[in-house]
């Protein structure tokens, strides 16, 4: 039987395994963006003091175009809401000495002065050959505002049941009693803490 003269493909080492080429980066970079660019969160990429990819969300939230994000000249600091620097400060000198954040809570400012509440979650990667930060933030503003209102109608519902001559008691979530109004006080004789004790112990 002839022998083939053909050269036997050596299997990748682990190195190339680890390293794609060129080729492959690019390809991998280019399936990244288009995910990204479709992910309902902010997606951004940090490195070298700057950002160096912001995906089509961070745009239409925050007012700039994406390559104004990642310009050079951009601060990235403007976009932090002064309340929320020195968090964000503390995180970043974590990471950059190689620790993981757990996700957080803070708050960002749009081009138009608007204020966001966000929860940021980031990872340590390899960008380019260089230690870099994938973070993504989830716009939960609508939810904090939404809280808002509810502490502004409890309020209001409380101010309201002070005044009225009226037995009042207000639940929890699991049903325990958190509020008797002061009508309810009057006639018992109890404090407030001890009238919610009583009346929970008493069914």
């Known amino acids: 039987m002839a022998r083939s003269n053909t050269p036997k493909r050596r299997p990748p080492t682990r190195q ?5 080429s060129p080729t492959g980066r690019r390809g991998l970079e280019s399936t990244f963006r288009r995910i990204a660019d ?3 969160n902010m997606v951004f990429i940090w490195t070298a003091a700057r950002v160096v990819y912001a995906n089509h969300k961070c745009a239409e939230l925050m007012g700039y175009t994406q390559d104004e994000l990642c310009s050079p000249e951009f601060d990235f600091r403007t976009l ?3 309340e929320s620097r020195p968090l964000v400060a503390a995180n970043l000198r ?3 000495q190689g620790e993981e954040v757990a996700p957080y809570e803070y ?3 749009t081009r138009d002065g608007r204020t966001l509440h966000g929860i940021h979650t980031t990872k340590l990667i390899d960008y ?3 230690p870099a930060i994938l973070g993504t933030v ?3 503003t609508e939810r904090k505002q939404a809280e808002v209102r509810l502490r502004e109608s409890e309020r209001r519902l409380r101010a309201l049941l002070d005044h009225v001559q009226l037995i009042a008691v207000g639940l929890d979530a699991d049903g325990r009693v958190n509020y008797a109004n002061p009508y309810l006080l009057k006639l018992t004789g ?3 803490e001890s009238a919610t004790s009583s009346i929970y112990q008493n069914g």
């Open 128 to 130: 380019e050959g260089e």
């Open 94 to 96: 974590r990471h950059l």
């Open 80 to 82: 932090i809401a002064e």
């Open 38 to 40: 479709y992910s309902p």
């Open 190 to 192: 109890y404090s407030a």
């Open 138 to 140: 989830t716009d939960i």
């Open 16 to 20: 190339a395994l680890r390293r794609p």
């Open 107 to 109: 708050q960002l400012v």
